[in-house]
C-alpha cells in the first residue's frame, strides 16, 4: 500500500515526533494530533507542511473530522509517564488508553479510514527470566500493573473491531524502551539522560531492558502500514541490556562522570518514595517511582525478545545502541536542556 495522507496521534511525544519526521520525508500528507497546537508548531517548526490538529485521546469526538480523507491511522498517543509518579491512575489509563482506543478506530472508519497501526508494547509479552520472547507470549492482564492491562485491553478493543469489520486492516507495533532525538516530554529514557547529565543519579538501579531507537520503531510503523499483514503483532523491541552496561555507555558518549555503584533495593525504595512526594509537590518529571522500582524487580531478565518476524516481514533493523544514546545526547545538549 502507499501512503499518502496519514494521521498521527501523539504526534509530539518522543516516537510520534520521529514517525512525522520519516513520513514528512517520504513525501506523506500528515495530520499531527496534539493536545497543544502551539507545543506542536513549535515541535515541526522546521517541517511546516505538518497540519496539526489540536485534540486529546479523551475526546475523540471533538477532533473526528480531521480523519476524513487519510488513508491511515498511526495510533502512538498513550497516557503512560503520569502513571508512574505515585498514586491510582487507572480511570485515566483506561479512558485515554482504552476507551480512546476503541473510540478512534470505530472514529476511523467512520471516515472511510481502513489502514490502522496500533502501537502496543512489549508490556503485552512476558515469559520465564532468561527465555527469548516472540509475540506469541501473551500476558495475563491478572498479571499486570495498571499500564500493562492498559495496553493489553487497548489491543484488544483493535481485535474486536477489526473482528466485527473485516476490511478495516489493522496490525500491532511492540516498541521496548525507546531512546532517541526530539523527547521533549521527557519519557523516561530522556529524564535518566538529563538525571546523568546533571549529578542526580545517585547509583546504578536494578533490572534489565529492551532498548530501542524510536526512529527504528518509527520505520517498524511504516513497513507495518505499507506491507504489514492485518491482525498480526510485530516485535520492534530492540536489545537486551542492563543498566550497569547503558549508564556507563551513557558516560562515554556524553562525557559525563557516572555512578558506579549499585543501589541496594531498600535504599532505592526510599529514594522511589521521596520522588514521588517531589513529583506530586513541584509536578516536575522524576526518573524513579514505587511503581517503576517494582516493575524493573518483577520484570527483570524478562527483556529478551526475536525479532525475527519483523526482521523477515518488514525487514525492520536495529541501528548500534552507542549510536542511539549519542544522537539522544546530543539532541538535549543542541536543545540547550545541559
Known amino acids: 500500500m502507499t501512503l499518502r495522507t496519514v494521521f498521527v496521534t501523539g504526534a509530539t511525544g518522543l516516537l510520534g515526533n520521529n514517525l512525522v519526521r520519516e513520513l514528512v520525508a517520504r513525501g506523506v500528507a500528515v495530520r499531527a494530533l496534539a493536545r497543544s497546537a502551539d507545543k506542536a508548531r513549535r515541535q515541526f517548526s522546521d517541517v511546516p507542511q505538518v497540519e496539526v490538529v489540536a485534540g486529546d485521546m479523551s475526546d475523540v469526538a471533538a477532533f473526528a473530522p480531521a480523519l476524513a480523507g487519510c488513508d491511515t491511522v498511526f495510533h502512538v ?53 532468561g527465555t527469548v520472547i516472540d509475540e506469541t507470549c501473551d500476558r495475563d492482564p491478572a498479571d499486570a500493573d495498571d499500564y500493562y492491562r492498559s495496553k493489553i485491553l487497548a489491543d484488544r478493543e483493535v481485535r474486536s473491531f477489526v473482528r466485527s469489520h473485516p476490511d478495516m486492516h489493522a496490525c500491532f507495533v511492540l516498541p521496548g524502551w525507546m531512546w532517541g532525538p526530539g523527547d521533549i516530554g521527557p519519557t523516561s529514557s530522556g529524564q535518566l539522560v538529563n538525571d546523568v547529565a546533571k549529578g542526580k543519579l545517585p547509583g546504578l538501579v536494578p533490572g534489565s531492558f529492551s532498548v530501542v531507537d524510536a526512529r527504528d520503531v518509527a520505520l517498524a510503523q511504516i513497513a507495518a502500514a505499507e506491507r504489514g499483514r492485518s491482525g498480526e503483532r510485530y516485535l520492534a523491541a530492540g536489545r537486551h541490556m542492563v543498566m550497569k552496561d547503558i549508564i556507563p555507555m551513557l558516560g562515554r558518549v556524553g562525557g559525563f562522570k557516572v555512578p558506579t555503584r549499585q543501589l541496594p533495593l531498600p535504599l532505592l525504595y526510599t529514594l ?15 526518573l524513579l517511582g514505587l511503581a517503576t522500582v517494582r516493575l524493573m524487580v518483577r520484570e527483570a531478565d524478562r527483556t529478551r525478545f526475536n525479532p525475527a518476524k519483523s526482521e523477515r516481514e518488514l525487514g525492520l533493523r536495529f541501528r548500534p545502541a552507542e549510536q542511539t544514546v549519542a544522537d539522544t545526547v546530543d539532541w538535549y545538549r543542541r536543545n540547550g536542556w545541559f
Not at 498513550?78 to 485515566?92: K, L, P, Q, V
Not at 480512546?100 to 496500533?118: C, D, E, P, S
Not at 518514595?273 to 513529583?279: L, M, T, V
Open 272 to 286: 522511589a518514595a521521596a520522588q514521588e512526594i517531589y513529583a506530586r509537590l513541584t509536578g516536575k518529571p522524576v
Open 77 to 129: 498517543a498513550a497516557y503512560f509517564r503520569e502513571n508512574y509518579t505515585g498514586g491510582s491512575h487507572w480511570d485515566a489509563l483506561k479512558r485515554i488508553n482504552v476507551d480512546g482506543t476503541a473510540a478512534l478506530i470505530a472514529a476511523a472508519y467512520a471516515a472511510g479510514v481502513r489502514r490502522f497501526v496500533q502501537t502496543s508494547s512489549i508490556a503485552v509479552l512476558t515469559g520465564p527470566p
